[in-house]
């Protein structure tokens, strides 16, 4: 089994779709007979090819305003790799030009093509453009661009999709033949770890101070702005606390400054160490989200591998990422305000132990082990492989019969 994934929002400075492709990877290499081939936007055309693997690079420009995304548009050399490669599936992670060139490679070589729906697509330009042409806008292209949605996802064999909430989102738009398979972490890495004390002296963090973490990109969409000026509404009630930001993105410079400013804010570039983030996560004593428009969260999964506590925002994507709490950390919106109201609850409970900090871990072991979802994937991959083959024989054999009967019968 060969499976291709066509992937525009793969970043160099990670990500939750980075980590998942790399997850794959790694799980399809160690399956006999299968193969991944990826194919990435980048600053070069260049391959990289291993016994099970392959890495088509594909050059790209630049998406205006990222600082890490490309746009993948490059549809001669997309199709030429896919020639090459000739696998058995095809999956793309986005609804622009890549999901229509995957669509077309997919016909021509007669194999499925499936999406993985990383993104509420609907939402985001929603929001892209009503921040730079006006709501009034965005509310007139709405039904257009869920029209489009539809028409693109319904051309997929199936659509995988991370969350419930997002199943009855898509079944609602009309968009057929639906997977819900959540998404999971490595629960074996991704674990309490005996870094608190280290990771606070790095920091600078005071005995006294409860220690805040986010990691993910520092965009705009995420809420970082909302995050950092939560620090000044805090109650003086509350525990002092420090917040560390890991990551990379278009807001970079506004928290280079902040971090400057603020003794409390300590901020660390991207980080492709996962044994160096299970160690950040271990230390800190609350990992805050503030995005409003997540699927998933892997973020919040691997922080709870590591024991720790996570808030997020209500209605923001990450609830079901949260499903193993008793009582989910929840803030009623990410504006300052109301991200520091559930900050100051959240800090009101006691301190957590190493007990609580394993119970965490082995609840969400129990649940989103990304061995589990791997397996799902894979037999949905196979499921698809298998069917698609069957029509191929049965479109085979029905037109040669046909042929052979109209010989014998010329015969005669």
């Not at 980075?18 to 070069?44: F, M, N, T």
């Not at 074996?188 to 005996?194: G, M, S, V, Y």
């Amino acid at each position: 089994m060969t499976i291709c994934d066509i992937a525009q929002f793969h970043s160099p400075l990670g990500g939750g779709v980075k980590r998942y492709l790399a997850d794959k990877r790694v799980r399809l290499e160690a399956r006999p007979g299968c193969r991944h081939v990826l194919i990435i936007p980048s600053y070069r055309n260049h391959v990289t090819a291993g016994p099970g693997h392959a890495v088509y690079e594909i050059e790209s420009a630049r998406l205006p305003g990222s600082k890490s995304y490309r746009m993948l548009l490059d549809k001669p050399r997309i199709l030429e790799a896919v020639r090459r490669e000739k696998p058995d599936l095809i999956e793309i992670g986005d609804p622009y030009r890549t999901a229509w060139i995957g669509l077309k490679a997919g016909r021509e070589l007669g194999i499925p093509v499936v999406a993985f729906y990383h993104s509420d697509f609907p939402r985001a330009l929603d929001r892209t453009i009503a921040r730079f042409s006006g709501r009034l806008i965005a509310r007139g292209l709405s039904a257009p661009i869920r029209r489009y949605i539809r028409r693109l996802y319904n051309r997929m064999d199936a659509t995988i999709v991370a969350s419930g909430h997002l199943v009855e989102t898509l079944r609602r738009g009309g968009i057929q033949r639906i997977e819900h398979i959540p998404l999971g972490t490595d629960t074996q890495l991704f674990r309490p770890r005996d870094s608190r004390e280290r990771v606070r002296t790095e920091f600078g963090v005071p005995d006294e101070a409860r220690l805040l973490l986010f990691v993910g990109r520092l965009a705009r969409e995420k809420g970082i702005k909302n995050l950092i000026g939560a620090l000044d509404r805090l109650s003086p009630d509350s525990p002092p606390v420090h917040l560390a930001l890991v990551g990379d993105g278009e807001l970079d410079d506004w928290v280079h400054l902040e971090a400057n400013r603020r003794p409390n804010l300590t901020w660390l570039p991207y980080c492709e160490s996962a044994d160096r983030l299970a160690d950040l996560y271990s230390a800190a004593d609350l990992f805050v989200h503030a995005g409003r428009w997540e699927t998933f969260g892997i973020v919040s999964l691997e922080a709870q591998a590591c024991g720790t506590p996570v808030l997020a925002v209500r209605g923001g994507g990450l609830e079901e990422s949260l499903s193993c709490e008793r009582h989910p950390l929840l803030a009623e919106g990410n504006t300052a305000a109301a991200l520091a109201a559930a900050i100051d609850g959240a800090l009101r409970r006691p301190s957590i132990t190493p007990a609580e900090r394993k119970a965490r871990h082995d609840a969400l072991a129990a649940r989103f082990s990304i061995d589990r979802t791997f397996e799902k994937i894979f037999a949905l991959y196979q499921r698809l492989i298998d069917e698609s083959r069957r029509k191929r024989a049965t479109a085979s054999s029905g037109s040669v019969a046909p042929a052979a009967a109209a010989k014998s019968a010329g015969a005669r």
